[in-house]
């Protein structure tokens, strides 16, 4: 009897499925999202145009604030090219700030929103005329008329100072969302999220970098990814 019982139980175990072995081809837990390392990323991109001049040539800070409020909407060569007969009769927040917004007018043709550039400069002269000197700080630029964030940024970079954020210009706003470091469509929101990846140290340089490679070769049409340095982090050149 007890050798019958041996018997079956040997059998069974003989007949018995082995075990399933875990398949190779088992789905994977699900992959984790990729995140970037953007500091490390950009320090190609701050080494290749942190450099660069602005585009708004420049002599000194007066000469600055008048082509930055004078370049909102509006290109930068055209405002270059128009700005030295403003400059010649206007050398000075005082001699702006002697006459009318309206007598600004004859030097700002073919500049965009020129009534209320007009009216911001003659506010911002009669504010300044006194010391003929430009805040240094984002809370005290801010609060000249027609400067935001994007100006004061760029003012403070230019010229030294605290503050300052990541500038966000039409540029920005075309190639982050390519880069995939922020798909916002609202400056501001963009600004935050991009500061949010970035070091402080980095945001003055980290708008005006991505800026310059919008101009250079994220253009908005057939972007030269393969002379890129951002290529090997961005999502656009990942799905080309
Ligand atoms: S890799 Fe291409 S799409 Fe991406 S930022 Fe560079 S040029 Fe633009």
Known sequence: MAQAKARKKSKSAATAKPAAKKSAKA???KAAKK???????????IQKYGKEPHPLTYSGPYELLVKVV?????NDAFINKIAPAFLKAYPDFRSIARGTADDLYPYLKGVRNFANKSKWLFAIASKLEES???????ETLTELPGIGRKSASVLLRELGGTG???????HVLRVAPRLGISKQE?????????????????WADAGMCISFLGRDVCRPTAPDCGNCVMQKVCEYAARK
């Open 70 to 74: 004078l370049s909102a909407q509006t």
């Open 35 to 45: 995140t970037t390392a953007w500091p490390q990323a950009f320090q190609k991109l």
């Open 132 to 138: 003929e000197q430009i805040p240094r700080t984002m």
């Open 27 to 29: 789905p994977a837990k």
């Open 186 to 202: 609202d400056a501001g929101k963009m600004e935050k999220e991009i500061m949010a990846v970035l070091p402080e140290s980095m």
């Open 164 to 170: 300052a954020g990541v500038i966000v210009d039409i």
